[in-house]
């Protein structure tokens, strides 16, 4: 199993929007919401690593964090958009000091709790009490885990970073992650480097075997996730030399079929200062959604807006496509496709 090569051809990644014009050309001028089935929300900048492919660009020296005052009206917005999930990211959102009253108060309030993880907090002081405080409020954990080689994430996430995170899901494991229906645990593959991520189911086999055979680690399910060319994988992209090759790669896979479920036409995403943005990877791009402050929060304007586009976002409808769920469409018919079209 390997995922897509990257074929020898120049392209300019820096040009005007092609994107947009893609989407003329498979007649979705009108790129607007759809639903708004959940709330993302980046509760700070700051985290205990700072990995090579992180677009958010975070570290243990950012300050950026959302105050108390934010998350309420976040809630307040979720309950006027219908949400049913709430979905926590950062950085390593347990950094923030009002996360675990935010959680509290999203579950009180009858919101599917996400969490999204780099699991080696855990095993920071003042975290080590965390997997029992997710295990009682019944939060669903979405860890990275980039790849089941330990060289590989090492490389990409620092040096141990492997050996903690299996250390940490083996506690979560005893707590009934991964095994229990009300403990779901999530793993996150991303690619290491200019290449789309591998069949999702496939290579979620291949993580059952090698994780659960060498440390007896079980999880609820993988998603494989494409990097997009922004942030630090960019910054990489450009060292290496690699930049313009998976620009095209991205645009050569574009995939129609994933239009309609791309993360920024069902989600709302809210920054850390209470800025909507269409998505992540538009908050880490400083491209804010053309609605306002969380504080404005209109739901029917919302979805009604013009999701703000760029090349970037070749990334997200790239082969099987991608989200912060992995992807997004049955994979087997489309990955020969695509196999086929990237070839050489
Ligand atoms: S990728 Fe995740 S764990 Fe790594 S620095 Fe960024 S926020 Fe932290
Ligand atoms: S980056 Fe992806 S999710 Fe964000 S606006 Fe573009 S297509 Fe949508």
Redesign the pocket.
Known sequence: MKGFTVKLSILNSTGPNRFDQRLHDVNTDQFNGLSIRTVQVNIGLK?????H??H?E??PTRVEEMTWETMELVLAAAEKAGAKTIDIT???PEMNPHFRRFVNAALDKGYEVMVRT?LTIMLEEGYTDLPEFFANRRVHLIA?LPCYLETNVDRQ?GKHVYQESVEVIQRLNALGYGSRDELPLDLVYNPGGPSIPPEQSALEAAYRKELGGHFGIRFTRLYTITNLPIGRFQHDLQRQGYADKYQDLLERTFNAATLDELMCRHQLHVGWNGTTYDCDFNYALKMPARAGHIRDFNPAAFLARRIATGNHCFGCTAGCGSSCGGSLVAEEAEMARWAGGAAG
């Open positions: 985290c205990n690593l700072a990995c492919h992180c958010v975070s570290s950062g950085g390593a780099n990275s996430r």
